[in-house]
């Protein structure tokens, strides 16, 4: 049954084979990637999160099981359910493992395992070679399928710099029955019984997000969403967290205004299973004066334009597993300035491809320096968007998935 009209090709309904980045990585490099996947052609694979829509792990999974299936490996791609309830407990699970010092409950262990159980019962998975869960939400489905005919990995996508002992010493009971943990970061590695691997994350660079825009699709799309450029733009584009540093950008910026004129527009999200996204926009609305602009429209070509328009670009995270909103504006070529954290210090080298920095007063700073040197804002972009050619495409994600996943292949 045919469910496109023919028309349409596989490119242009966004499968995005790999021939696409042929362009960008090279045919050698394209070429050794589809070799890999003769070694796993065929197998079934299931993975497993709690979102299909908002923060870094939908932005990943999209173009990933996409990429997969147009490579001949079956994907699939479970979301499970919960309760407000228990995505209240999941959030805590997750500020825990970034470092926060809060006790997970014997009350809030019980929510989080019995809705995970419930998820198990509904979770079938016959014929299916290997299942990737991700993050802290579904982690305990393990627990539930003793019978194990395929290899179980888990995958987290958080900073896991400094967990808090007692929550990871729970969590690790679960992590522990799995046949490996994949972390974005070597330095997110713990003390595991099992398998650790390390894959960082990438960006698809021909979505609506990250595809070419011209200067009139810019200025149209900044005009519908009447974003003033009379004056240069400062965004940080994040969802409402606190480990984003909304706050801490604003500092940044009106220090930074008091010596250059310059508008800032905070676009953020919040993702369907994190609650705490509206407790942040209230602080922030009530801090806000006519020269910082805050936008929660859902509209990735907004993302595209202001990362592109933008003079410069913040991600002042205090707590960042990867930070995909860096490698985007990277690409783009954009004048990034990121937390010095997690995986925002794994993409940008200080003063080569952006800059990195430890406070306000630095960030504001930076700010300045950037806007009153625009043939600095054109070296250091160009560097980043090399550094995001050579590391950060999908490409490398989908090979380093074939590698991990050819490990597993009986001969
Ligand atoms: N994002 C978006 N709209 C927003 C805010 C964020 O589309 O208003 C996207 C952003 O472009 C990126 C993802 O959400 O693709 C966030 O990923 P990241 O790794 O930066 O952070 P996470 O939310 O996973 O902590």
Redesign the pocket.
Known sequence: MSVAPAALDKATLGLHPLDQYEPLIGAATADRIFKKADRVRGAHVIHVNSTFY??????ILTPLTLMMNAIGIETGWRQIQGTPAFFNCTKKLHNTLQGEKLEFTEAEKAVYEQVVFENATRLHLAGCDAVVIHDPQPLPLIAHFDDRKMPWLWQC?IDLSTPHPAVWNYLRGFVDQYDAAVFSLPEYAQDLEIVQRFIT?A?NPFSA?NAELSEREIDDCLSVHRIPTDRPLVTQ???F?R??DPMGVIEAFRKAREREDCTLVL???T?SDDPEGDVILETIRNSIDQRVIV??????L??NALQRRAAVVL?KSTR?????????AMWKGAAVIGGNVG?IRLQIQDGENGFLVDNVDQAADRIVQLLRDPKLRRRIGAQARETVREKFLMSRLLEDWLDLLAGYRRP
């Open positions: 908002g923060g870094g792990v939908t932005e996508h994350p960006i997000k584009i994040s969802r967290d480990w984003k676009l953020g999200n993702a936008l929660t429209v859902d509209d990735p907004l993302v991600q960042e597993g990867f930070g995909l909103t860096v490698t985007e995986g």
